[in-house]
């Protein structure tokens, strides 16, 4: 099985040098805002707090406004996690029967924006992006110079939609525990008492296998070439289809119409032929793992696509006195830190932990 420690995830802009820099040395450094995928309807049975957080961690936000506005957790809705180390803006929904408490709330490192009323809970996932403006300090003195190459290439190429390594856990703990999950081996006792740990590790092992197909085309060079057998997925819908007429395949996805996807294994998963087939198997041969480990949890683990490439929408690069000023948007689910990476090829400092 390969060594999790020894992993590494090339970069797509390889031939191009990094500006370096260090992330995230205020809170101000790193702003993410959320983009929802619907707005609230102004009625209704729910309270949608647009909130803002500093140095706050997403759990401790719920219980925080568990406390203070009189609620059960489970009441208050969240669609994505955001980083603790940073300046967040995000909705959250709340029973509209608290609104009275909203006029005395006040909490350090919390503020609630605004709120207005709609139907229904906010669900996890209901995030169409997040809106980035991050700032790196301590760069190449070249670094706008760098940095501006770098972005026209990422433009025309995109960029590796790896998952970030932190979701691997603190020396790849978390990972590790995933894996033994998959194969029945023996895990502490914690890992089957608290579905949360148990759901995290099984979901690392996912990413990770995603991260190595995902690497190995990097470094075959043939993430931009369509293969008989690929999964493909429709940009403008969602849909996934495996390529049959690689010609008429690879003028879509030239045309950003559709992109390669790789596995997130599971049972639900839509699985490619060929010589694909082929090569995802290969990953998990090396992992020890085969399709039926995943089907032993398959609530937790029930598979799916994700997109090989990103690329991102309002890319734009200031220079400014403090160091280079990042501002992005991604959709949801996409690491900001794996963007970032390709810009600074400076692996401690990308692995700055971000939730999506």
């Keep these: 099985m390969p060594d999790p420690e020894q992993s590494f995830l090339p970069y797509l802009t390889e031939d191009l040098p990094g500006i370096g820099g260090v992330l995230k040395t205020t809170m101000e450094d790193f702003v993410v805002e959320e983009i929802p995928v619907y707005a609230p309807s102004g009625e209704g049975d729910h309270l949608f707090l647009w909130v803002e957080k500093r140095d706050v961690s997403a759990q401790f936000l719920v219980k925080i406004l568990s406390q203070l506005l009189r609620l059960n957790p489970r009441d208050i809705g969240v669609a ?136 190995e085309r990097v470094s075959n060079q043939s993430l931009h070439t369509v293969q008989l057998g690929d999964v493909m997925q429709v940009c403008e819908t969602g849909g996934i289809f495996v390529v049959e007429d690689v010609a008429r395949e690879q003028e879509r996805f030239d045309n950003r119409e559709t992109v390669i996807t790789g596995p997130i294994f599971g049972p639900k998963m839509k699985s490619p032929t060929d010589t694909v087939l082929e090569q995802e198997q290969h990953v998990l041969s090396e992992f020890e793992l085969e399709m039926s480990h995943f089907s032993r949890f398959k609530k937790l683990t029930p598979g799916a696509r994700r997109p090989f490439l990103i690329w991102p929408d309002q890319l734009r690069i200031e220079e400014t006195g403090e160091g280079v000023l990042f501002h992005f948007t991604l959709p949801s689910g996409v690491y900001a830190t794996m963007l970032l990476r390709e810009f600074m090829k400076n692996e401690s400092a990308a692995q700055t932990a971000d939730d999506v």
Excluded at 97 to 112: H, N, Q, R, V
Excluded at 120 to 137: P, Y
Excluded at 154 to 169: A, K, S, W
């Design 80 to 215: 994505g996690l955001k980083d603790r180390r940073a300046v967040t803006r995000q909705f959250v929904s709340v029973p509209a029967d608290c609104e009275p408490l909203l006029a005395d709330f006040s909490f350090d490192g919390i503020k609630i924006l605004e709120s207005t009323r709609h139907e229904r809970k906010l669900k996890t996932g209901h995030l169409r992006g997040n809106r980035f403006s991050i700032l790196i300090r301590d760069s190449a003195e070249d670094a706008f110079q760098k940095a501006t190459s770098i972005q026209q290439k990422i433009e025309q190429v995109g960029f590796p939609n790896y998952y970030g390594t932190q979701r691997m856990g603190r020396d790849n703990e978390t990972l590790v525990m995933g894996l033994k999950l998959l194969k029945d081996e023996r895990v502490p006792s914690k890992y089957f008492r608290n579905k949360s740990l148990k759901r995290l590790a099984l979901s690392a092992a996912q990413s990770s296998l995603f991260n190595r197909v995902l690497s």
